[in-house]
């Protein structure tokens, strides 16, 4: 399988029918990423990775993908995120192979596509998401209420 990747020009990797608002899905994780993308998301993970840390204490890239988390904390669809990575795509020997080494891929799901590297951009954007959603729940359960009444 690693040849045939390894060869082809373009790789689209089927994720399937649209389903469970997949649509809207596709659609947001690409303007995320790209979002994150433009707000230095891969400086953020390169420094992280340089520190031997999960993520640096500072900097504008952390800065900016920090409040890119704080606009769409509550307007993503996590249930639709959740459909999507239980597809059975995720589950399959070969994926690694797959994204990989190949040269191009773009993730299909119904009619929509995403490039790997912004799907990679928002999954990692996720990562921030997710960190500071934690500390904001760490540091008062009461900072996470406020913030939704803004």
């Given at each position: 399988?690693?040849?045939?990747?390894?060869?082809?020009?373009?790789?689209?990797?089927?994720?399937?029918?649209?389903?469970?608002n997949?649509?809207?899905?596709?659609?947001?994780?690409?303007?995320?990423?790209?979002?994150?993308?433009?707000?230095?998301?891969?400086?953020?993970?390169e420094?992280?990775?340089?520190?031997?840390?999960?993520?640096?204490?500072?900097?504008?890239?952390?800065?900016?993908?920090?409040a890119?988390?704080?606009?769409?904390?509550?307007?993503?669809?996590?249930?639709?995120?959740?459909?999507?990575?239980?597809?059975?795509?995720?589950?399959?020997?070969?994926?690694?192979?797959?994204?990989?080494?190949?040269?191009?891929?773009?993730?299909?799901?119904?009619?929509?596509?995403?490039?790997?590297?912004?799907?990679?951009?928002?999954?990692?954007?996720?990562?921030?998401?997710?960190?500071?959603?934690?500390?904001r729940?760490?540091?008062?359960?009461?900072?996470?209420?406020?913030?939704?009444?803004?």
């Amino acid at each position: 399988m690693k040849s045939i990747y390894e060869r082809a020009s373009y790789v689209h990797v089927w994720m399937g029918l649209a389903a469970d608002n997949s649509d809207e899905l596709m659609d947001s994780m690409s303007s995320i990423g790209k979002r994150a993308l433009e707000a230095g998301i891969l400086e953020l993970i390169e420094d992280a990775l340089e520190q031997d840390k999960e993520q640096p204490e500072h900097g504008s890239s952390a800065t900016s993908v920090a409040a890119l988390a704080e606009e769409v904390v509550f307007l993503f669809q996590f249930g639709a995120y959740k459909s999507f990575l239980e597809r059975p795509w995720w589950y399959r020997i070969w994926v690694v192979q797959e994204i990989s080494v190949g040269r191009e891929v773009h993730f299909a799901c119904g009619e929509k596509r995403i490039s790997f590297d912004l799907l990679y951009s928002f999954f990692f954007f996720e990562v921030e998401l997710v960190k500071s959603l934690s500390e904001r729940l760490t540091d008062s359960p009461n900072n996470l209420d406020a913030s939704a009444t803004k």
